[in-house]
């Protein structure tokens, strides 16, 4: 209790963080690595379904659109389990856990990343690759991490769909 009371205390005392510490935290919440994983398997989906190069503005498109809903559901994940990652050693450091950004700056934050996503694979890719992101969004954010996650150690089995289908959306991109 001591810790975390003085923990409170440090952060009430000192100055507000920079805008580039805040951006850095909201950047943590997207898990980057994972995100950068997730476009290069959908880079190659994208590779393996076309005869020759794929136009330089679906691969763009797509690959931000992708990565940005891919980030979005990472977001959400990490408001969803803000409370659980504040006990585990591996994850109290994320942002959340430490109370760095508040729930509704990242609702904002997942939400306008998710919505730009949808809009550039509607606009300069295709419906469909927009609608397969958006459920492989819902399958991920709500699926496995609110429902799946609590209920049944199974939840790695059926929620890995989830992280196969980059392949699979850079494939119809």
């Not at 590779?47 to 977001?75: E, Y």
């Not at 904002?108 to 927009?130: I, K, R």
């Amino acid at each position: 209790v001591f810790r975390s009371e003085r923990m409170q205390a440090t952060r009430l005392d000192s100055p507000a963080p920079g805008w580039r510490h805040v951006a850095a935290q909201y950047l943590a919440l997207t898990k980057p690595r994972i995100v950068m994983l997730a476009a290069f398997c959908a880079l190659i989906g994208m590779l393996l379904a076309s005869d020759g190069w794929v136009p330089p503005v679906t691969m763009l498109a797509g690959l931000a659109g992708i990565s940005l809903l891919a980030a979005s559901g990472f977001a959400f994940n990490c408001l969803i389990e803000r409370g659980i990652d504040s006990r585990m050693a591996r994850t109290r450091a994320r942002p959340l856990a430490r109370g760095e950004i508040g729930a509704t700056g990242t609702i904002v934050f997942a939400g306008l990343l998710g919505g730009v996503g949808a809009g550039l694979l509607y606009a300069f890719v295709n419906p469909l690759t927009m609608w397969l992101t958006l459920a492989t969004f819902v399958g991920y954010a709500v699926v496995y991490t609110v429902l799946l996650k609590p209920a049944t150690p199974q939840n790695i089995v059926i929620g890995g769909a989830s992280g196969a289908m980059p392949p699979v959306l850079g494939w119809a991109a």
